[in-house]
């Protein structure tokens, strides 16, 4: 069972049939919702703002999700999140994608299709606008995401609502 942890007398909310890995700790104001997977080693802490995480999303292993006191941080449906992010008082849109070791900080918003490349760093306050494909760091604009990227981006997100499902279902079996 992962470390489910009360703050402040707030306990997460965790949809049922989300999978939380055996190794993440969940502590504070937080909510899963249906079919997203947060993976093993992972750490999500609302102490002093609130983490909302919508259906279908992908938090793999060994990233960590916080918050800042102005800005929670909101994950949209579909979203996947690659390993050992950090995604820190920030929002990612519907069907965001970011890439493994990439950081998204305090007031970054990452809209609705686009994709933040594997170790960038997106600074305070930027928007990566939909549809595009931002890296290096600090991150910029690259182009625009394309067909190769989109099939990647389908395939990565409901290969990880299934994985999130067998898991769930063997948690239940022992």
Known sequence: MAVLLSYRGVTPNIDDSAFV??????????????????????????????????????????????????????????????????IHACTLEDDSFVGMKACVMDGAVVESGALVAAGSLVTPGKRVPAGQMWAGSPARYVRDVNDKDREMMNYVQPNYVTLAREYKKTESEM
Do not use: F, K
Not at 28 to 39: L, M, P, R, Y
Not at 42 to 48: F, N, P, Q, S, Y
Not at 49 to 64: A, L, W
């Open 21 to 86: 890995a055996q190794t993440a700790v969940v502590s504070g104001d937080v909510e899963i919702g249906a079919d997203s997977g947060i993976w093993y080693g992972c750490v999500l802490r609302g102490d002093v703002n609130s983490i909302r995480i919508g259906e279908g999303v992908n938090i793999q292993d060994g990233t960590v999700v916080h918050v800042s006191r102005p800005y929670p941080t909101l994950i949209g449906d579909r979203v996947s999140i690659g390993h050992m992010a950090l």
